[in-house]
């Protein structure tokens, strides 16, 4: 069968839909543990919603840095899959999970015990302050795990292992959904907690969710790592994790860095204008999982195929996938927008916050064009090896449009959280442009790691 006929292409679309459906409901439930705290503690007051939601942009950005190792795990260990070379990916994945439990560890330490001093350094208001260093106290003590989590499930899924970090999910899910109503409100038995509760319930989550991959991880997929593998040290798989890793996780921790910043500044507008975007922050994250869902399931398949030297496959595959996320997301983007009139006041009774937030709703349609360029171009490029140049556009675009251009509307021209979300709107169209037209370009070819 010739594998740059169409044969291949149809069997490929094949795979990817029975790779995706498990990924979207596992990011889906990944994305409801902040929603879930957020709609629960809604019950408590805007001020509590506005702390967790930047205690989670924190948090975050920790988890980025995890991603460090994580990401550059999952696109080697897909090559390597690819290439039928498991030594190399047991040697891989053994080496990640090391250096991010030595990064989770002290993660944990830094959030628990410096939680006021990182939360007054992001300008969180007074009023909101108790509340926010509550939750990071509580989730930061734990914050080891997800870190382990991250790398266990970037592993299965570089072979094709997407279901079992999904049923994972759901069940981790079910905990702190439980949790959250169990502790917040006070039910059986338990005292009221508020903030405190919620932090609990996501804690106790992400622990036994690292307990179940971890097992579940030894049974499917690698049972043992033997010595001989690391005799001697395998310093080309470190080489080429940190290789792929700190250009992968770059970009990404650049766009974390940068919404820190202006977060710090959507502070400095109202409390009311970071609760807004909390609020709003939680609804349009469902509305691109598609495209998250799609990109790590195509992406899966490109690691395979360049792996195998199949770079022209790998393009169609990916141009394919691209088209069909453009179309479902913005049909979600949409319909969105057209139901955030009725959404937002189940959410808070505050006009400000529904009148601003209807806005964002409306917004958020054109941003998301460039979103799902940016979303599958950077995954996509790394993917087949091509880890440096989205980094560069990103750090540039970011910065200077995401957060000077949204800054100076927001606050000198007095155009407000509506003046940051057109920022916004510009940062993500502008480097969706300029990444596709690096995936068209086909640069890429020949920079796999095998």
């Known amino acids: 069968m010739s594998k740059t006929g169409n044969h291949p292409t149809i069997d490929f679309r094949a795979r990817l839909a029975r790779l995706m459906l498990p990924i979207f409901f596992d990011i889906a439930l990944v994305m409801l543990v902040g929603a879930v705290d957020t709609v629960m503690l809604s019950h408590c007051g805007d001020g509590p919603v506005a702390a967790v939601g930047m205690v989670n942009q924190l948090v975050n950005l920790v988890f980025l840095v995890y991603q460090f190792l994580s990401i550059g795990a999952g696109i080697l260990c897909a090559q390597y899959f690819g290439a039928g070379q498991r030594q190399r990916l047991v040697q891989t994945v053994a080496i990640a999970l090391s250096l991010n439990l030595l990064v989770g560890v002290a993660a944990s330490a830094l959030l628990h015990f410096n939680a006021e001093t990182l939360l007054l350094a992001m300008g969180l ?5 108790p509340p926010g260093v509550t939750y990071l106290q509580i989730v930061g003590a734990l914050a080891m795990f997800p870190a382990l989590s991250l790398t266990l499930s970037a592993s299965m899924r570089s072979a094709g292992k997407v279901v079992e970090p999904m049923a994972i999910n759901i069940l981790a899910n079910v905990l702190n959904a439980v949790g959250n109503y169990v502790l917040i409100f006070g039910k059986f038995g338990f005292p009221a907690m508020g903030v405190a509760g919620a932090a609990w319930a996501t804690a106790f989550a992400r622990t036994v969710q690292f307990l179940l991959l971890a097992a579940v991880h030894t049974a ?37 860095l940068s919404q820190v910043a202006v977060i710090y500044f959507i502070n400095k507008i109202s409390t009311e204008a ?20 799609a990109t790590q399931g195509g992406d899966i398949l490109v690691g395979h195929l360049v792996g195998q030297k199949h770079y022209r496959v790998a393009y169609l595959l990916g141009s394919f996938f691209l088209h069909r996320s453009m179309l479902i997301t913005l049909a979600c983007s949409a319909a969105l927008a057209i139901a955030g009139p009725f959404i937002l006041p189940l959410l808070t009774s505050n006009e400000t916050i529904i009148r601003t937030g209807v806005i964002i709703l409306a917004l958020d349609v054109i941003l998301e064009i460039g979103r799902v360029k940016n979303i599958f171009a950077c995954g996509t490029l790394r993917a087949a090896g091509d880890v440096v140049y989205p980094v560069v556009v990103g750090v540039t675009i970011q910065w200077s449009v995401g957060v000077g251009v949204a800054c100076l509307l927001g606050l000198p021209l007095k155009l407000g959280l509506i003046g940051v979300w057109i920022g916004f709107l510009l940062d993500e169209n502008i480097r969706g442009v300029i990444l596709t037209r690096r995936w068209h370009s086909l640069k890429w070819f020949g920079k796999s790691f095998t």
């Open 274 to 293: 970071l609760a807004t975007k909390t609020y709003c922050s939680n609804l349009i994250m469902f509305v691109f999982l598609f495209c998250i869902a």
């Open 220 to 256: 499917r997929h690698i049972p043992s790592y033997p010595l001989s593998f690391f005799r001697p040290f395998p310093w080309r798989e470190l080489k080429n994790l940190l290789t792929v890793g700190a250009p992968a996780v770059g970009e990404e921790l650049s766009y974390c």
């Open 125 to 129: 208001r007074a009023d909101t302050l």
